[in-house]
Protein backbone atom coordinates (compact mmCIF):
# COMPACT_ATOMS: atom_id res chain seq x y z
CA UNK A 1 0.00 0.00 0.00
CA UNK A 2 1.50 3.39 -0.83
CA UNK A 3 -0.50 6.48 0.06
CA UNK A 4 0.36 10.64 -0.65
CA UNK A 5 -1.61 12.56 1.69
CA UNK A 6 -2.21 16.50 1.02
CA UNK A 7 -3.55 19.19 3.77
CA UNK A 8 -2.95 17.26 6.49
CA UNK A 9 -0.50 18.84 9.60
CA UNK A 10 0.90 17.18 12.58
CA UNK A 11 -0.06 19.49 15.21
CA UNK A 12 1.76 17.92 18.37
CA UNK A 13 2.73 14.82 20.12
CA UNK A 14 2.77 14.23 24.06
CA UNK A 15 3.89 10.72 25.34
CA UNK A 16 3.23 9.57 28.99
CA UNK A 17 4.87 6.76 30.73
CA UNK A 18 4.68 5.25 34.60
CA UNK A 19 6.30 6.74 37.13
CA UNK A 20 7.53 3.32 37.95
CA UNK A 21 10.88 2.75 36.24
CA UNK A 22 12.53 -1.39 36.57
CA UNK A 23 16.47 -1.24 36.47
CA UNK A 24 18.65 -3.59 34.85
CA UNK A 25 20.04 -5.19 37.97
CA UNK A 26 15.71 -5.62 39.06
CA UNK A 27 15.34 -7.23 35.81
CA UNK A 28 18.48 -9.57 36.11
CA UNK A 29 16.84 -10.54 39.79
CA UNK A 30 13.63 -11.79 38.53
CA UNK A 31 14.79 -13.66 36.44
CA UNK A 32 17.63 -15.36 38.05
CA UNK A 33 20.73 -14.80 36.25
CA UNK A 34 23.93 -12.43 36.92
CA UNK A 35 24.50 -8.87 36.51
CA UNK A 36 27.31 -9.95 33.65
CA UNK A 37 25.04 -11.72 31.90
CA UNK A 38 22.36 -9.39 31.96
CA UNK A 39 24.94 -6.64 30.71
CA UNK A 40 25.31 -8.88 27.88
CA UNK A 41 22.02 -8.39 27.31
CA UNK A 42 21.64 -4.91 27.97
CA UNK A 43 24.34 -4.32 25.50
CA UNK A 44 22.61 -6.45 22.70
CA UNK A 45 19.14 -4.87 23.65
CA UNK A 46 20.19 -1.22 24.49
CA UNK A 47 17.82 -1.30 27.37
CA UNK A 48 18.92 -0.86 30.79
CA UNK A 49 16.08 0.87 32.33
CA UNK A 50 12.06 0.11 31.77
CA UNK A 51 9.05 1.59 32.40
CA UNK A 52 6.54 -0.40 33.83
CA UNK A 53 2.88 0.20 34.48
CA UNK A 54 2.07 -0.66 38.43
CA UNK A 55 -0.98 -2.99 38.72
CA UNK A 56 -4.17 -1.06 38.03
CA UNK A 57 -2.93 1.06 35.37
CA UNK A 58 -4.35 0.72 31.87
CA UNK A 59 -2.50 1.71 28.52
CA UNK A 60 -5.83 4.44 28.60
CA UNK A 61 -4.65 5.40 31.59
CA UNK A 62 -0.87 6.97 30.21
CA UNK A 63 -3.24 7.81 27.07
CA UNK A 64 -5.69 10.10 28.76
CA UNK A 65 -2.49 11.75 30.44
CA UNK A 66 -1.07 12.27 27.60
CA UNK A 67 -3.97 13.35 25.76
CA UNK A 68 -4.94 16.28 28.48
CA UNK A 69 -1.64 17.79 28.21
CA UNK A 70 -1.19 17.64 24.53
CA UNK A 71 -4.95 19.22 24.53
CA UNK A 72 -3.97 21.77 27.17
CA UNK A 73 -0.95 23.31 25.08
CA UNK A 74 -2.42 23.16 22.13
CA UNK A 75 -5.31 25.02 23.51
CA UNK A 76 -7.65 23.13 21.74
CA UNK A 77 -11.19 22.43 23.46
CA UNK A 78 -11.94 18.99 23.42
CA UNK A 79 -15.37 19.67 22.10
CA UNK A 80 -13.51 20.43 18.61
CA UNK A 81 -11.99 16.93 18.20
CA UNK A 82 -13.70 14.91 15.41
CA UNK A 83 -12.06 11.82 15.63
CA UNK A 84 -10.39 9.72 18.45
CA UNK A 85 -8.40 6.72 17.32
CA UNK A 86 -7.16 4.21 19.65
CA UNK A 87 -4.17 1.98 18.65
CA UNK A 88 -3.37 -0.56 21.29
CA UNK A 89 -2.91 -4.73 21.84
CA UNK A 90 -3.72 -4.20 25.53
CA UNK A 91 -7.50 -2.65 25.83
CA UNK A 92 -8.92 -1.74 28.61
CA UNK A 93 -11.80 -4.59 27.60
CA UNK A 94 -12.88 -6.81 24.79
CA UNK A 95 -15.86 -4.96 24.69
CA UNK A 96 -16.57 -2.07 24.54
CA UNK A 97 -14.08 -0.58 22.81
CA UNK A 98 -11.40 1.81 24.63
CA UNK A 99 -11.77 4.69 22.51
CA UNK A 100 -15.54 5.00 23.23
CA UNK A 101 -14.44 4.97 26.98
CA UNK A 102 -11.67 7.61 26.61
CA UNK A 103 -14.21 9.64 24.21
CA UNK A 104 -16.83 9.99 27.06
CA UNK A 105 -13.62 10.22 30.14
CA UNK A 106 -11.90 13.73 27.43
CA UNK A 107 -15.14 15.09 27.66
CA UNK A 108 -14.59 15.03 23.30
CA UNK A 109 -18.31 15.69 21.50
CA UNK A 110 -20.76 13.20 20.96
CA UNK A 111 -20.33 13.62 17.36
CA UNK A 112 -17.04 12.61 17.53
CA UNK A 113 -16.30 8.91 15.52
CA UNK A 114 -14.04 6.70 18.31
CA UNK A 115 -12.25 3.53 17.41
CA UNK A 116 -10.24 1.44 18.16
CA UNK A 117 -7.39 -0.58 15.71
CA UNK A 118 -4.85 -3.43 17.31
CA UNK A 119 -1.62 -3.29 15.91
CA UNK A 120 1.75 -3.51 18.07
CA UNK A 121 5.08 -1.85 16.43
CA UNK A 122 3.46 -1.02 13.09
CA UNK A 123 0.78 0.75 15.04
CA UNK A 124 1.78 4.31 15.09
CA UNK A 125 1.75 4.49 11.16
CA UNK A 126 -1.10 2.97 10.40
CA UNK A 127 -2.89 5.32 12.78
CA UNK A 128 -1.24 8.16 11.11
CA UNK A 129 -2.20 7.25 7.79
CA UNK A 130 -6.14 6.67 9.02
CA UNK A 131 -6.38 9.92 10.77
CA UNK A 132 -4.63 11.51 8.25
CA UNK A 133 -6.80 9.30 5.21
CA UNK A 134 -10.48 10.67 6.99
CA UNK A 135 -9.32 14.64 7.44
CA UNK A 136 -7.83 14.88 4.02
CA UNK A 137 -11.26 12.93 2.22
CA UNK A 138 -14.13 13.85 4.10
CA UNK A 139 -15.32 16.58 6.77
CA UNK A 140 -13.77 16.38 9.90
CA UNK A 141 -11.19 18.92 11.20
CA UNK A 142 -9.17 17.83 13.48
CA UNK A 143 -8.28 14.50 14.94
CA UNK A 144 -6.82 12.96 18.27
CA UNK A 145 -4.62 9.67 17.70
CA UNK A 146 -3.55 7.80 21.16
CA UNK A 147 -1.17 4.66 20.66
CA UNK A 148 0.20 2.52 23.83
CA UNK A 149 0.52 -0.27 25.51
CA UNK A 150 1.28 -1.89 28.36
CA UNK A 151 3.48 -4.97 27.13
CA UNK A 152 5.03 -5.61 30.40
CA UNK A 153 1.70 -7.51 31.44
CA UNK A 154 2.04 -10.21 28.82
CA UNK A 155 5.69 -10.93 29.60
CA UNK A 156 7.17 -13.56 31.61
CA UNK A 157 9.81 -12.12 33.85
CA UNK A 158 11.68 -15.66 33.43
CA UNK A 159 12.18 -15.41 29.47
CA UNK A 160 15.49 -13.61 28.63
CA UNK A 161 14.20 -13.05 24.95
CA UNK A 162 11.49 -10.91 26.58
CA UNK A 163 12.01 -9.43 29.97
CA UNK A 164 14.70 -7.26 29.46
CA UNK A 165 13.02 -5.65 26.35
CA UNK A 166 9.36 -4.52 27.29
CA UNK A 167 8.29 -1.26 28.71
CA UNK A 168 5.20 0.23 28.96
CA UNK A 169 3.77 3.57 27.63
CA UNK A 170 0.94 5.47 25.68
CA UNK A 171 0.84 8.86 23.63
CA UNK A 172 -1.53 11.52 22.21
CA UNK A 173 -0.73 12.87 18.31
CA UNK A 174 -2.95 15.43 17.37
CA UNK A 175 -3.65 15.98 13.46
CA UNK A 176 -5.72 18.80 11.66
CA UNK A 177 -6.88 19.66 8.19
CA UNK A 178 -4.14 22.47 6.83
CA UNK A 179 -4.17 23.39 3.07
CA UNK A 180 -0.71 24.72 3.49
CA UNK A 181 0.67 21.54 4.96
CA UNK A 182 3.34 20.02 3.30
CA UNK A 183 2.56 16.04 1.99
CA UNK A 184 2.74 12.77 3.88
CA UNK A 185 4.37 9.74 2.14
CA UNK A 186 2.68 6.11 3.74
CA UNK A 187 4.17 3.11 2.75
CA UNK A 188 2.63 0.03 4.56
CA UNK A 189 2.60 -3.74 3.81
CA UNK A 190 1.65 -7.08 6.00
CA UNK A 191 3.03 -10.72 5.84
CA UNK A 192 1.00 -12.57 7.63
CA UNK A 193 3.21 -16.48 7.29
CA UNK A 194 4.98 -14.31 10.16
CA UNK A 195 2.27 -14.30 12.68
CA UNK A 196 3.64 -17.55 14.84
CA UNK A 197 7.07 -15.75 15.48
CA UNK A 198 5.83 -12.97 17.84
CA UNK A 199 2.49 -14.06 19.64
CA UNK A 200 0.77 -14.29 22.89
CA UNK A 201 -0.57 -18.06 22.11
CA UNK A 202 -3.54 -17.92 24.67
CA UNK A 203 -4.97 -14.78 23.99
CA UNK A 204 -8.42 -13.71 22.07
CA UNK A 205 -10.81 -16.29 21.07
CA UNK A 206 -8.83 -19.02 19.00
CA UNK A 207 -7.66 -20.64 22.65
CA UNK A 208 -9.66 -19.61 25.83
CA UNK A 209 -8.32 -18.59 28.67
CA UNK A 210 -8.69 -21.24 31.58
CA UNK A 211 -7.10 -21.66 34.60
CA UNK A 212 -4.24 -23.87 32.83
CA UNK A 213 -3.59 -20.97 30.76
CA UNK A 214 -2.49 -18.93 33.67
CA UNK A 215 0.45 -21.14 34.78
CA UNK A 216 3.29 -20.85 33.73
CA UNK A 217 5.64 -23.83 32.68
CA UNK A 218 8.63 -24.88 30.78
CA UNK A 219 7.18 -24.54 27.03
CA UNK A 220 9.19 -26.32 24.25
CA UNK A 221 12.28 -24.23 23.68
CA UNK A 222 12.79 -24.42 27.99
CA UNK A 223 11.68 -21.16 28.89
CA UNK A 224 8.94 -20.93 31.52
CA UNK A 225 6.16 -19.21 30.13
CA UNK A 226 2.49 -19.33 29.76
CA UNK A 227 0.15 -19.12 27.04
CA UNK A 228 -1.13 -16.00 27.76
CA UNK A 229 2.97 -14.66 28.05
CA UNK A 230 4.27 -13.26 24.52
CA UNK A 231 6.73 -15.92 22.62
CA UNK A 232 9.11 -14.43 20.29
CA UNK A 233 11.71 -15.54 18.00
CA UNK A 234 14.18 -13.24 18.16
CA UNK A 235 16.10 -15.11 14.79
CA UNK A 236 13.08 -14.75 12.69
CA UNK A 237 12.26 -10.77 13.47
CA UNK A 238 15.55 -10.18 12.81
CA UNK A 239 15.57 -12.02 9.66
CA UNK A 240 12.32 -10.43 8.70
CA UNK A 241 13.58 -7.07 10.00
CA UNK A 242 16.99 -7.11 7.59
CA UNK A 243 14.53 -8.45 4.65
CA UNK A 244 11.61 -6.05 4.55
CA UNK A 245 12.80 -2.42 6.20
CA UNK A 246 15.70 -1.65 3.60
CA UNK A 247 13.00 -1.87 1.01
CA UNK A 248 10.71 -0.30 2.96
CA UNK A 249 12.60 2.78 3.51
CA UNK A 250 13.82 2.42 -0.29
CA UNK A 251 10.01 2.78 -1.31
CA UNK A 252 9.11 5.70 1.01
CA UNK A 253 12.01 7.90 -0.01
CA UNK A 254 11.11 6.56 -3.26
CA UNK A 255 7.56 8.26 -3.26
CA UNK A 256 8.55 11.36 -1.03
CA UNK A 257 10.77 12.07 -4.35
CA UNK A 258 13.92 12.89 -1.27
CA UNK A 259 17.12 11.28 -0.97
CA UNK A 260 19.00 9.61 1.88
CA UNK A 261 20.56 12.87 2.63
CA UNK A 262 17.32 15.48 2.75
CA UNK A 263 16.79 13.19 5.99
CA UNK A 264 16.96 15.39 9.17
CA UNK A 265 16.18 11.64 11.36
CA UNK A 266 15.02 8.82 11.35
CA UNK A 267 12.80 7.72 13.97
CA UNK A 268 12.36 3.71 14.04
CA UNK A 269 10.30 1.27 15.95
CA UNK A 270 12.61 1.04 19.45
CA UNK A 271 13.06 -2.68 18.72
CA UNK A 272 16.48 -3.60 19.58
CA UNK A 273 19.82 -1.38 19.36
CA UNK A 274 21.96 -4.42 17.51
CA UNK A 275 19.30 -4.30 15.02
CA UNK A 276 18.54 -1.04 14.41
CA UNK A 277 21.90 -0.21 14.43
CA UNK A 278 22.67 -2.41 11.98
CA UNK A 279 19.84 -1.04 9.74
CA UNK A 280 21.60 2.33 9.50
CA UNK A 281 24.64 0.87 8.74
CA UNK A 282 23.19 -0.79 5.53
CA UNK A 283 21.01 2.17 4.79
CA UNK A 284 23.71 4.68 5.40
CA UNK A 285 21.92 6.64 7.89
CA UNK A 286 24.37 8.95 9.75
CA UNK A 287 24.63 8.39 13.69
CA UNK A 288 23.64 11.25 14.54
CA UNK A 289 20.93 10.61 12.65
CA UNK A 290 19.04 7.34 13.99
CA UNK A 291 16.77 8.39 17.04
CA UNK A 292 17.47 5.84 19.42
CA UNK A 293 15.48 5.88 23.13
CA UNK A 294 15.18 2.66 24.42
CA UNK A 295 17.79 2.86 27.08
CA UNK A 296 15.59 4.40 29.20
CA UNK A 297 12.30 2.88 28.55
CA UNK A 298 12.47 -0.04 26.83
CA UNK A 299 10.51 -0.98 23.57
CA UNK A 300 6.97 0.14 23.97
CA UNK A 301 5.48 -1.13 20.98
CA UNK A 302 3.27 1.29 19.28
CA UNK A 303 4.09 4.21 21.29
CA UNK A 304 8.00 3.91 20.95
CA UNK A 305 8.21 6.26 17.73
CA UNK A 306 6.57 9.35 19.55
CA UNK A 307 8.19 8.50 22.63
CA UNK A 308 11.22 8.71 20.73
CA UNK A 309 10.35 11.79 19.03
CA UNK A 310 9.47 13.30 22.70
CA UNK A 311 12.09 11.94 24.27
CA UNK A 312 15.20 13.14 21.47
CA UNK A 313 13.71 15.48 19.17
CA UNK A 314 11.07 17.74 21.08
CA UNK A 315 13.59 21.04 21.91
CA UNK A 316 14.59 20.74 17.62
CA UNK A 317 10.74 20.16 16.57
CA UNK A 318 9.13 22.96 18.85
CA UNK A 319 11.20 25.68 17.03
CA UNK A 320 11.92 24.29 13.29
CA UNK A 321 10.91 22.02 10.96
CA UNK A 322 12.42 19.00 10.02
CA UNK A 323 12.59 15.96 7.22
CA UNK A 324 11.96 12.88 8.99
CA UNK A 325 11.12 9.11 8.41
CA UNK A 326 9.00 7.33 10.80
CA UNK A 327 9.19 3.28 10.18
CA UNK A 328 7.49 0.62 12.00
CA UNK A 329 7.85 -3.23 11.65
CA UNK A 330 7.50 -6.20 13.54
CA UNK A 331 4.58 -8.56 14.80
CA UNK A 332 1.72 -9.51 12.25
CA UNK A 333 4.51 -9.55 10.19
CA UNK A 334 3.45 -5.88 9.29
CA UNK A 335 5.54 -2.81 8.14
CA UNK A 336 4.60 1.12 7.78
CA UNK A 337 6.74 3.89 7.62
CA UNK A 338 6.02 8.03 6.84
CA UNK A 339 7.99 10.36 5.33
CA UNK A 340 7.02 14.13 6.23
CA UNK A 341 8.21 17.52 7.32
CA UNK A 342 6.67 18.50 10.02
CA UNK A 343 7.12 21.48 13.15
CA UNK A 344 7.13 23.46 14.51
CA UNK A 345 4.65 21.78 16.53
CA UNK A 346 3.44 20.98 20.17
CA UNK A 347 5.81 18.97 21.79
CA UNK A 348 5.13 18.50 25.89
CA UNK A 349 7.55 17.36 28.65
CA UNK A 350 6.92 13.66 28.78
CA UNK A 351 4.29 13.08 31.32
CA UNK A 352 4.55 10.93 34.46
CA UNK A 353 1.79 8.73 35.61
CA UNK A 354 2.14 7.56 39.01
CA UNK A 355 0.11 4.96 40.71
CA UNK A 356 -1.90 7.29 42.52
CA UNK A 357 -3.66 8.36 39.61
CA UNK A 358 -3.75 4.49 38.53
CA UNK A 359 -5.96 3.98 41.70
CA UNK A 360 -8.26 7.16 40.62
CA UNK A 361 -8.83 5.97 37.21
CA UNK A 362 -9.77 2.58 37.93
CA UNK A 363 -12.19 3.45 40.74
CA UNK A 364 -13.75 5.38 38.26
CA UNK A 365 -13.92 2.21 35.75
CA UNK A 366 -15.04 -0.21 38.78
CA UNK A 367 -18.06 2.39 39.59
CA UNK A 368 -19.05 1.98 35.65
CA UNK A 369 -19.24 -1.47 35.98
CA UNK A 370 -21.19 -1.55 38.91
CA UNK A 371 -23.80 0.74 37.37
CA UNK A 372 -23.83 -0.79 34.26
CA UNK A 373 -24.34 -4.31 36.04
CA UNK A 374 -27.52 -2.79 38.62
CA UNK A 375 -28.89 -1.48 35.41
CA UNK A 376 -29.12 -4.61 33.65
Not at 63 to 71: I, N, R
Amino acid sequence: MTSRIYGVRLAGVASAIPTNTVTLTETADCAGITEREAEKIAKMTGVRNRSVAPPGMCASDLGFAAAVKLLEELKWDPRTIDVLVVVSQTHDYDTPATACCLQDRLGLPKTCAAFDMSLGCSGYIYGLWVCSSLLAAGTPKRALFLAGDTSTRFTSPHDRGTAFLFGDAATATALERDENAPPMSFVAGTDGAGRDYLIVPGSGYRNRITAAAMERRPASDGVLRSPLDVHMDGAEVFAFTLRQVPQLMNDVLSLSGWQIGDLDALVPHQANLFMLKHLAKRLNIAPGKLVVSLDEFGNTSSASIPLAMSHRLAPRLRGEAANLILAGFGVGWSWGALALRCGPMVMPDIVYVDREAAREAAVVEEDAVVVARSES
